[in-house]
């Protein structure tokens, strides 16, 4: 038999073979099983004795099982389906079945006729059939629909959505929904419009999690909604600096009439109106009001060019509503709301029956933040109560006083032949914090101190005092190659400043220092002994907006280097819509982990006195610490190969932007790849999946010289490799 023939024969046996192996639905319905169970990757990965991302490859339809697990997998789903049939078809003489979701706790509900289909018209126009969602004019039908929203009333009680944005058209107030659905509103006054959006208007969210609890339904009202609804369109300067309306104002007067309360936080930019619970039910609706600040340009728009005043109403229900279904209905400001996904994904509580009384009771959830400890002096911030008495006022805390785990600001000057290439070219590492959240063990107790020179244990999440003085990185080795370290950072400052003397790190950089070869001894640590991966499902969560996100600005996995650049300029230019979509989504990532140290920084209360956000169990400055110390882990690992692949080192970077020397104004001139043109393994590569890197900017070596002639000195010149303006410091708060 020839070679050619073996090869064939060969072929075709592989075929067989595939052909042979347990049958598995596809990827989607793998997915909607597991949902459907109430199941997490985790779960199935332990049971498979696999790993979690492999679940996710297996239901996103990137790879398959293979023998021995494929076939306990097949079996797992086969079992599921038996007991989570997918729904039939719809057909057009009989009414769907609704599927009951797994947040859904009540009675199951009853089906309901198909809502007639009203054809899309420009909404505002005249000839528009405006539906209606009232019982309180006899008739009239109820949540009809102009564009059938994308979902489809995967959830009855939420069919409408999770938000509506309020504006008056021809002297009507109509809610313009998820989908293009629009809805006229009868409320004539705020109670009534509270009472309205809870019984009849179908909004809101499902919960994430089976333990937690559904979003409320949000209202975004616009200045005509403001105005018909008794509210100003602005606040006073007394208002805007307490950030509510006065106790005295008439709509709030008219909502404590009615019965309806506020929180502390009283009726600001973001308002929560609820009825006292009964029966255990939560009866809440969320006020968005951008004319007062909540949508901020910092977070939610285009600093230089500002999308959200001009925006119109279907608009930006189109926005929110996005944002709402892939991360999340908002909570206030991208921050907020990217620790309150953490919360919504990782519930602390769950209710757990009593097999002796039948009754439900409170549980703690293992995997979760459950409750407030103590904390560490080295981990809070100069303002904490922990610290009164401890140094003078304006003490400055050394490395060896206080976790100093931020991300990189660096520069160094260009060396003589590094000022004989024309180019600075930017990498920009994408989702940089989030990217190293995923994976990440964190503590999830209390901390537990360490005394008498501990030894270092990389499973132990916390903080360590530690002399890494000794580790020098300028002769270091890399597979085999020599890289000059003194023109890269040490990964132990933030500064890049090499380590005079004992410091307080996370358990990442001190992992790190024992991979690169280095002997560690402790001085004493404040670890945490119950551990867990509790960022895993938030990061998922936000990835997968990201990439969907990505993907609708015409950005996808898989594309070639040179496709991926052409693809990212073009989405310059793509739905503005989408790109402030993007960006909030970045900066709920960036913001959730900034949220896990809230610090007193607006001067909520006097210095040293305790501040709101030390009441929650997610203030964690600890796993922030970890995800920062990580971030610069993983860019130092990748800066010490890139430049023992291509002998290039960075002259500059802040956060998550890279700035090299370079020949070409590309990344494709400065990236090193081997000799079949794939990206050298443990480098930088190109690409939209987060950790990944993309072009960030070029700018020439003259002007680098230029901006440290005019600036006295060394600035960095990351911050302004963009666009060759100053950029605002981010350092993850």
Known sequence: MSNDEQALFSAIDALLEQVAQDPLPPPAERKRLREAAGLSQDQIAKALQARRESVGNWEAGRSEPRPPKRAAYARLLEGLATRFPAPAADSPDTAPALAVPEAFTGPAPQP?????VVPPSRPGSSSTAKPTASSRRPGAKKAVRTAAPAAAATDPRFENGPLAVLDVED????????????????AKTLPALVDWTLSEARLGQARLHRSGYDADPMLVLTPAALERYGLPTTLTPEERSAGRLK???????????AGLELTKRGFGAWTRIFYRPEDGKRRCVQLCIPAWGALPTSEWDDKKDPQLPTMSAADLARFLGSYAERVITPRGFTATTGLALMTALRPPTRAEKDEETGTFERAFNADALTAVYPVVECEVPDEHPILKGKWPRHHQRTPAEMLMEEPFSWCRELTDDECLKPYLVGIDVNMAFAAAANSLVVGLNGPTHLTNNPAFDKALPGSWLVDLSHVDLSRARVGGRTVDGDRLPSPFAPSGERPTGPAWYATPSVAYAVQLGFDVAPIEAYVRTETGRYLDPWYDRLRDAYLATMADLGVVPGMDDEEFLQAMAEAKNGDPALKLLLKAIKATAKGGIGKLRQ??????????????????????PDIRAAVLSTVRVIMHRKMMKTAAAADIYPVAIATDCIVYPSNGPSPLDLLPYTPDGKPVTGTFRLGVSPGMVKHEGTQTVLWAEEQFEKNGGLFNIARNIKNGGRTTDDDGE
Do not use: I, M
């Open 112 to 116: 309901v006729p198909a809502p007639a």
């Open 247 to 257: 106790d005295g104002h008439k709509v709030v007067k008219q909502v404590e009439r």
């Open 171 to 186: 002297d009507q107030v109509v809610a313009y929904c998820v989908g293009g659905l629009v809805l006229d509103v009868p």
């Open 599 to 620: 610090r007193n920084s607006r001067g909520e209360v006097p210095f040293y006195e305790p501040w709101p956000a030390l009441e929650r169990e997610t203030w964690r």
